[in-house]
């Protein structure tokens, strides 16, 4: 059983910047895929961004604007992001992916373990 912990929402005026944190339990976290995915209430759970090995993949709402990044010692994922808008008010989920892989890094079906969230909230 992996446990995942995200941490580093909270309230950020339009325009600013935050960065997300997610830590994964277990000894083989350089194996994983971790991603990014958001919601905001009566919407489907979107996908934000991946890191597979160093390879990053984004979305187009935050392309530009987010950068992923992993330290495989300390076992954390992060989102950095920029230029946040009021669209970005959502609770961020952080998601880890073990080997067998799924096939897309942003179909949340393929990712196995999930974090309870972190909300995200931008104000004008």
């Known amino acids: 059983q992996v446990q995942v912990v995200e941490s580093g929402g909270g309230s950020v005026q339009a325009g600013g910047s935050l960065r997300l944190s997610c830590t994964a339990s277990?000894?083989?976290?350089?194996?994983?895929?971790m991603a990014w995915f958001r919601q905001v209430p009566g919407s489907e759970r979107e996908f934000v961004a991946a890191i597979r090995a160093e390879k990053p993949y984004y979305s187009g709402s935050v392309k530009g604007r987010g950068t992923i990044s992993r330290d495989n010692v300390k076992n954390t994922m992060y989102l950095q992001m920029n230029t946040l808008q009021s669209e970005d008010t959502a609770v961020y989920y952080c998601?880890?992916?073990?080997?067998?892989?799924?096939?897309?890094?942003?179909?949340?079906?393929?990712?196995?373990?999930w974090g309870q969230g972190t909300q995200v909230t931008v104000y004008s």
């Open positions: 277990g000894p083989t976290f350089s194996t994983y895929v």
């Open positions: 998601a880890a992916d073990l080997p067998p892989y799924g096939v897309n890094v942003a179909s949340l079906y393929g990712y196995d373990y």
